[in-house]
């Protein structure tokens, strides 16, 4: 059995991405009972992911409020909001809406279009909408999308303008697009609120930036188990920020939602407690 030291300062949330399957109510179970300090919550429709309407269905709402109070679940972000050719923005209002009710802070957004005038566009456009709600527009870049890499998310915030957009970090995807701490040094802080952790594997030859846009989909392991420098990207971004624990269970091993909530709960604080101790030894 896992015994934590109280040594790392950053809230975990539990991602909606690592509990797909589960219905809201059993997932907001599930992250509670496994210690959790927050959550998101997927409110608008994954093109990759099982959807469980949300909007609009006030008996559900009512009890998820409930959920969240009694167990002193944050909300962090809302998920996902893809940005595709035919997307129409205003259509993600409600969920936004939603999202800022339930106490979330960012929607997390996906460039899922070629056109980068028309991307642009629209990411601005959804900054204007969930500005109203008082949401900011995390960005998350994919190696298996479009918007692939920091520096073109980096480039898109720069055109855009917009003060409620920032980037969410996805280790995996960082390196495996040739991301490295370095490239994480010097840029401003207030670009990242918030990051996603996991650990994961690097396809044979990757980083390859010739796939970009069309990589194998992600593979990842619990943190600290894997191929990333976790801790040399924790370094290099915001001390002590907020952490999504995105960790899909494997098809092999399927088990009970709250038993697999656990799991990622405990090696993630186990891992983030074991980075905090080593800083404390550097220090010394």
């Known amino acids: 059995m896992y015994d934590p030291v109280p040594v790392n300062v950053n809230l975990i949330a539990l991602s909606p991405t690592t509990l797909p399957e589960a219905p809201p109510l059993e997932y907001l179970e599930a992250a509670a009972a496994a210690g959790y300090n927050g959550v998101g919550l997927r409110l608008a429709r994954s093109p990759l992911f099982p959807f469980y309407p949300v909007v609009g269905n006030a008996v559900l709402i009512r009890e998820m409020k409930r959920a969240l109070a009694s167990s002193g679940l944050a909300v962090l972000d809302i998920l996902s909001f893809y940005l595709q050719p035919a997307t129409d923005v205003d259509s993600f209002a409600a969920s936004l809406e939603l999202g800022a009710e339930l106490g979330a802070r960012y929607a997390l957004v996906a460039g899922d279009d070629e056109n980068w005038a028309r991307l642009r566009d629209n ?162």
């Open 123 to 284: 990411l601005g456009r959804f900054c204007d909408v969930a500005g109203r709600f008082g949401v900011a527009a995390a960005v998350e870049f994919a190696v298996i999308r479009p918007l692939a890499t920091l520096s073109q998310t980096l480039r898109l915030l720069s055109e855009i303008g917009r003060k409620n957009a920032v980037v969410c970090l996805d280790p995996l995807n960082f390196v495996r697009s040739g991301g490295s701490a370095a490239l994480l040094r010097g840029l401003d802080p207030r670009l990242f609120p918030y990051a996603q952790i996991s650990d994961g594997v690097l396809g044979p030859g990757e980083p390859d930036l010739s796939k970009l846009g069309r990589m194998s989909p992600n593979e990842r392991r619990m943190p600290g188990e894997g191929m990333l420098p976790l801790r040399e990207i924790l370094d290099a971004l915001p001390a002590g920020l907020p952490l999504s624990v995105e960790l899909p269970m494997p098809k092999t091993a399927q088990r009970p939602a709250r038993e697999w909530a656990k799991a990622t709960a405990e090696s993630t604080r186990r891992f983030l407690d074991e980075y905090y101790r080593a800083k404390r030894r550097e220090a010394t």
